[in-house]
């Protein structure tokens, strides 16, 4: 059972894209609203995906 002492923090960026993909945003429409690539958005929430579920 994870606790919430074995979780990360996420980066402020990852948040962002997490936001924007829980909004309903494609990751295009995110990445043009945090101005940045396509592949940086799928990268940010592969981070997150990786934070938020630890083996």
Request: charged residues 20%.
């Amino acid at each position: 059972m994870h606790t919430a002492s074995n979780l990360k923090r996420l980066a402020p960026r990852e948040a962002e894209a997490l936001t924007y993909r829980s909004r309903g945003l494609s990751n295009k429409e995110a990445s043009e609203a945090m101005q940045c690539s396509v592949a940086n958005v799928i990268n940010l929430l592969a981070e997150c995906f990786y934070k938020l579920h630890p083996q």
